[in-house]
Nanobody
Framework: QVHVVESGGGLVKTGDSLTLSCVLSGRTNSLYVVGWFRQAPEKEREFVGRIKWNGGSILIGDSVKGRFTISRDSATNTVYLQMNNLNPDDTAVYHC??????????????????WGQGAQVTVSP
């Protein structure tokens, strides 16, 4: 079992930056990948980015490429989502997911077994 807790959401203005944190605990040594997804009202869950637990390979979604980055602190089992130059289209609940299963489509939410409660990010004009 892996426990996932997100934090860091809030209300910001267009152009601001915000960093979300995802703290993982439990059987973290079994993890394959940690990913960030977001879901806006009446929209499907969208892939934001992911980092492979071993090796640190990073993939960023096309819609946020160039503005968002992912990093990891191995000492604290924390994965960060750094979001820059935010705009109202980034408004959503951001979810951190983790998976112990190996899969080629790490941009698919169905690969992820463990999820946090979500963090609301609201960007005002």
């Amino acid at each position: 079992q892996v426990h996932v807790v997100e934090s860091g959401g809030g209300l910001v203005k267009t152009g601001d930056s915000l960093t979300l944190s995802c703290v993982l605990s439990g059987r973290t040594n079994s993890l394959y990948v940690v990913g960030w997804f977001r879901q806006a009202p009446e929209k499907e869950r969208e892939f934001v980015g992911r980092i492979k637990w071993n090796g640190g390979s990073i993939l960023i979604g096309d819609s946020v490429k160039g503005r968002f980055t992912i990093s990891r602190d191995s000492a604290t089992n924390t994965v960060y989502l750094q979001m820059n130059n935010l705009n109202p289209d980034d408004t959503a609940v951001y979810h951190c997911g983790a998976s112990s299963r190996v899969g080629s489509r790490t941009d698919f939410a169905t690969l992820y077994d463990y999820w946090g409660q979500g963090a609301q990010v609201t960007v005002s004009p």
